[in-house]
T-cell receptor, first 115, second 112 residues
Framework: KAGVTQTPRYLIKTRGQQVTLSCSPI?????VSWYQQTPGQGLQFLFE???????NKGNFPGRFSGRQFSNSRSEMNVSTLELGDSALYLC??????????????FGSGTQLSVL | SQQGEEDPQALSIQEGENATMNCSYK?????LQWYRQNSGRGLVHLIL?????REKHSGRLRVTLDTSKKSSSLLITASRAADTASYFC????????????FGAGTRLAVHP
C-alpha cells in the first residue's frame, strides 16, 4: 500500500496570503488528522476528520480550517497567513478499525515558510 | 499545551550502547505511543502500550508504563547509527478521535 501523501512538500508564502495543503491517506483509512510542528511549540493537534465530518479540533484560530472529501482525501487551509504560521504541517491517517486503529500513519509533511 | 515532557532533551551515545528516554504526562490515558522522526520528516509509529500494561517489547525496543507516576520509558538496546532521530511519546488524553498529545521529544544521536 502507498503511504500517506502530502503535497506540496515545500511552500513559501507571504503574510496575508492564504494556502491550501493536501493530504491523501493510505487506501482504506477513513480518519485523517492534521498536526502543526514548530521548534517552539512542538507537535500540536489541529483537527481530525472521519467520513467527511470534523470530529475533533485543537486550539487554533479560525484561520485554520480543513475538510475531507468522500474519497477520504483531506485539505487544510490557512487564511491570512502570519509569520508564526511557518511550520511543518503533518497529515496522518488511521484505519479507525482493526488491530491498528489507534496508530497514526504520517506523511512526510509540508514545510510552510511565511515571509 | 503539550501533555508530555520528555527527558533528556538530547542524548548522544556510541553504537552498541543502550539509549533510554523518559516521558511524563499529566492526565489519565487509555494508551501511550512512541514515534520516531528523522530529520523533520514524518513520524513513524514504533510501539503502543495500553494503560493496563506495564511493559512491552518490540525487537530492540522496550517500553515501560507506570500509570501511578504518569510516566513511561523507551529503551533502545544495542543502538545503531540508523537509530539517530527524534523520539516522541504521545498520549491520547481525553480528547479521543486520534487527538494525540505529543511530548517535546528526545533527540538521539548514535555515533559510529
Amino acid at each position: 500500500k502507498a503511504g500517506v501523501t502530502q503535497t506540496p512538500r515545500y511552500l513559501i508564502k507571504t503574510r496575508g496570503q492564504q494556502v491550501t495543503l493536501s493530504c491523501s491517506p493510505i487506501s482504506g483509512h477513513r480518519s485523517v488528522s492534521w498536526y502543526q510542528q514548530t521548534p517552539g511549540q512542538g507537535l500540536q493537534f489541529l483537527f481530525e476528520y472521519f467520513s467527511e465530518t470534523q470530529r475533533n479540533k485543537g486550539n487554533f484560530p479560525g484561520r485554520f480550517s480543513g475538510r475531507q472529501f468522500s474519497n477520504s482525501r483531506s485539505e487544510m487551509n490557512v487564511s491570512t497567513l502570519e509569520l508564526g504560521d511557518s511550520a511543518l504541517y503533518l497529515c496522518a491517517s488511521s484505519p479507525s478499525t482493526g488491530s491498528e486503529y489507534e496508530k497514526l500513519f504520517f506523511g512526510s509533511g509540508t514545510q510552510l515558510s511565511v515571509l | 499545551s503539550q501533555q508530555g515532557e520528555e527527558d533528556p532533551q538530547a542524548l548522544s551515545i556510541q553504537e552498541g550502547e543502550n539509549a533510554t528516554m523518559n516521558c511524563s504526562y499529566k492526565t489519565s490515558i487509555n494508551n501511550l505511543q512512541w514515534y520516531r522522526q528523522n530529520s523533520g520528516r514524518g513520524l513513524v509509529h514504533l510501539i503502543l502500550i495500553r494503560s493496563n500494561e506495564r511493559e512491552k517489547h518490540s525487537g530492540r525496543l522496550r517500553v515501560t508504563l507506570d500509570t501511578s507516576k504518569k510516566s513511561s520509558s523507551l529503551l533502545i538496546t544495542a543502538s545503531r547509527a540508523a537509530d539517530t532521530a527524534s523520539y516522541f511519546c504521545a498520549t491520547d488524553g481525553s480528547g479521543g478521535y486520534n487527538k494525540l498529545i505529543f511530548g517535546a521529544g528526545t533527540r538521539l544521536a548514535v555515533h559510529p
